[in-house]
C-alpha cells in the first residue's frame, strides 16, 4: 500500500515538478520515491525479525516515514508544500497500527518539524537584514505565515484525537466480537454435551424436514450407533 500511494503520489509530483521546470525539486521526489521502494524491499528481506520485534519495526516505519515526509515538505515549498498532508496520513497510520498514545506523538513531532521547516526556509527565502536580531525574524515570520501554520498545527493535533479515538472504539469492537464468538462457540459445545448426555433420542430437523442432528441415543433407537 505504501508503495502505490508513493507511486501516485509523489511520481506524479515529481512528473508534474520536471513538466514545470523545477527540476531540483522533481528529483528529490523521485529521490524518495526510490527511498521508499528501497525500504520497502528491506522490509520484506527483514520478514522472519519483523514478526519478532513488530513494536520496533512499526515505530522505525514511522520514524522513517516522517523523515521522507519532512524532505518532501521541505524541498517543495514548506509552509506552501502541496504535500504537508503527507504527516496527516502519517499520523492516522501509526494511529491505526499502534495506538493513540503513538499518534499523539507522532503530531506533536510532526508539528515540531513543519514549524522548523517553515522557519527554516523563511530564513533562506527573507535573510535577516542588517541589525535584525533573531526575534526580528520570529516577527517576520509570524506576519508570513503564523496563520497557517497554527492551523496546520492545530489539525496534526484533531486529527490524532480523531484517529486515536477511532482506533480504540474499533479495538474495542473487534475485542467484543472476539468474546462474542467465544461465547457463541461455549453456547454450541453446553448445548452439544447435554444433547448427547441425554436418555432420550432427540433429532433435530431444519424447516424443510431435514436432519440436522442427532444425539447419541437417538442413533442408538434408530439402530444407527454402535
Do not use: C
Not at 501516485?8 to 521508499?36: N, P, Q, W
Not at 522490509?43 to 524532505?71: C, E, G, H, N, W
Not at 462474542?180 to 447435554?194: A, G, K, V
Amino acid at each position: 500500500l505504501r508503495v502505490i500511494v508513493t507511486t501516485i503520489l509523489l511520481g506524479s509530483g515529481a512528473a508534474i515538478y520536471y513538466g514545470k521546470g523545477a527540476r531540483t525539486e522533481a528529483f528529490y521526489l523521485a529521490v524518495v520515491v526510490a527511498a521508499v521502494y528501497f525500504l520497502s524491499l528491506v522490509y520484506l528481506l527483514l520478514t522472519p525479525l519483523v514478526s519478532r520485534y513488530q513494536f520496533v519495526f512499526k515505530v522505525t516505519q514511522i520514524v522513517f516515514d516522517m523523515a521522507l515526509a519532512s524532505v518532501v515538505v521541505y524541498m517543495t515549498g514548506g509552509r506552501t508544500s502541496p504535500f504537508i498532508f503527507l504527516y496527516v496520513l502519517i499520523i492516522i497510520y501509526s494511529s491505526i497500527i499502534l495506538n493513540k498514545t503513538v499518534s499523539y506523538i507522532t503530531a506533536l513531532t510532526s508539528g515540531i518539524i513543519y514549524v522548523l521547516i517553515v522557519f527554516t526556509r523563511m530564513r533562506l527565502e527573507m535573510p535577516p537584514e542588517a541589525g535584525h536580531t533573531l526575534w526580528d525574524s520570529i516577527s517576520m515570520w509570524g506576519e508570513v505565515g503564523l496563520v497557517s501554520t497554527y492551523f496546520h498545527l492545530t489539525g496534526f493535533l484533531l486529527i490524532a484525537i480523531l484517529a486515536g479515538y477511532l482506533s480504540e472504539r474499533f479495538s474495542a469492537a473487534g475485542k467484543e466480537l472476539g468474546e462474542s464468538e467465544r461465547s457463541l462457540e461455549m453456547l454450541r459445545n453446553l448445548h452439544e454435551y447435554i444433547l448427547q448426555s441425554l436418555t432420550s433420542g432427540v433429532i433435530t430437523l431444519d424447516l424443510q424436514g431435514k436432519i440436522i442432528s442427532v444425539n447419541k441415543t437417538g442413533l442408538e433407537i434408530l439402530g444407527l450407533g454402535s
